[in-house]
């Protein structure tokens, strides 16, 4: 008896945590983020300060629900990091949220249909994130400009959400970043088990345990590990290729 009761519970409670969600977006994108509009120091840092802070807090109430698990392994990386292009794979619809309340600085490159969604859109815009329909030399401009502020870039190489058991095939665009601006790049696996909001899986699909997430960040690979100041493209490829093969040696005993 207890055990459909659970399940009930966290169906309940995860459609709560999606209103929250979408609504508190709206709230903010209408009501809080234009008043820090009237302070036009800083203010992409501004607005993307309180962001990380709203996904902290957001991220407290579903572990404070019952409805997820968090295991973190190399908190204090992510922490001071600066400046850094930061890459995971993509298994749970939450991995987004994980990882922009974990760090600084936080700067994504979205899905362009994201710039005008009803509820996230006026967010998306306010935070001056980086739309992914830019022109490629605009887009690689606007990378290298918040990297230079110090900004961090979160990218998922894989374009959408994975399927469960399926290893990780990464786009190229991570890797052209990467060449052309020579910046760091920060791995993070993330897992999730069960699975639970993967891709083409309704919100109310919960699962039959509580799911638990974990991230673990690798260690930091410098400009100088993966260019050889010949053919930047074939840099790119080379780089795809070794990424994949760190993710798929990492994800292959999960």
Same mark, same amino acid.
């Not at 572990?63 to 997820?68: A, M, S, T, V």
């Not at 979160?154 to 190229?172: C, K, L």
């Given at each position: 008896m207890l055990k459909p009761l659970e399940h009930l519970y966290r169906q309940a409670a995860t459609g709560f945590a999606f209103a929250c969600f979408f609504l508190g977006g709206s709230v903010l994108a209408a009501v809080v983020l234009p008043v820090l509009g009237w302070f036009p120091h800083h203010r992409r840092q501004r607005v993307q300060g309180l962001l990380r802070g709203v996904f902290r807090i957001y991220l407290s109430m579903l572990r404070g629900l019952g409805l997820i698990r968090l295991d973190?392994?190399?908190?204090?990386? /992510?922490?001071?990091?600066?400046?850094r292009l930061i890459i995971a794979n993509h298994p749970s619809l939450l991995d987004v949220v994980i990882l922009m309340a974990l760090t600084p600085n936080a700067q994504c490159i979205i899905k362009h249909?994201?710039?005008?969604?009803?509820? /996230?859109?006026?967010?998306?815009?306010?935070?001056?994130?980086?739309?992914?329909?830019?022109?490629?030399?605009?887009?690689?401009?606007?990378?290298?400009?918040s /990297?230079?502020?110090?900004?961090?870039?979160?990218?998922?190489?894989?374009?959408?959400?994975s399927r469960p058991g399926v290893m990780p095939r990464f786009h190229r665009g991570f890797a052209n970043i990467a060449t052309l601006t020579q910046v760091e790049i920060l791995p993070v696996v993330i897992t999730c088990d069960p699975p639970t909001l993967t891709k083409g899986e309704r919100w109310w699909v919960v699962p039959a345990t509580r799911p638990t997430f974990r991230v673990v960040v690798g260690e930091c690979l410098e400009a100088d590990g993966y260019m050889t100041d010949r053919y930047r493209s074939m840099d790119s490829r080379r780089l795809v290729a070794r990424m994949e093969a760190y993710y798929a040696e990492r994800l292959a005993n999960v």
């Amino acid at each position: 008896m207890l055990k459909p009761l659970e399940h009930l519970y966290r169906q309940a409670a995860t459609g709560f945590a999606f209103a929250c969600f979408f609504l508190g977006g709206s709230v903010l994108a209408a009501v809080v983020l234009p008043v820090l509009g009237w302070f036009p120091h800083h203010r992409r840092q501004r607005v993307q300060g309180l962001l990380r802070g709203v996904f902290r807090i957001y991220l407290s109430m579903l572990r404070g629900l019952g409805l997820i698990r968090l295991d973190i392994e190399g908190r204090g990386t /992510l922490r001071h990091c600066q400046g850094r292009l930061i890459i995971a794979n993509h298994p749970s619809l939450l991995d987004v949220v994980i990882l922009m309340a974990l760090t600084p600085n936080a700067q994504c490159i979205i899905k362009h249909e994201l710039w005008n969604n009803p509820f /996230l859109g006026g967010v998306m815009r306010r935070a001056e994130y980086i739309r992914n329909d830019l022109e490629g030399g605009a887009l690689i401009e606007a990378c290298r400009r918040s /990297l230079d502020e110090g900004g961090n870039i979160i990218v998922f190489p894989e374009g959408t959400r994975s399927r469960p058991g399926v290893m990780p095939r990464f786009h190229r665009g991570f890797a052209n970043i990467a060449t052309l601006t020579q910046v760091e790049i920060l791995p993070v696996v993330i897992t999730c088990d069960p699975p639970t909001l993967t891709k083409g899986e309704r919100w109310w699909v919960v699962p039959a345990t509580r799911p638990t997430f974990r991230v673990v960040v690798g260690e930091c690979l410098e400009a100088d590990g993966y260019m050889t100041d010949r053919y930047r493209s074939m840099d790119s490829r080379r780089l795809v290729a070794r990424m994949e093969a760190y993710y798929a040696e990492r994800l292959a005993n999960v």
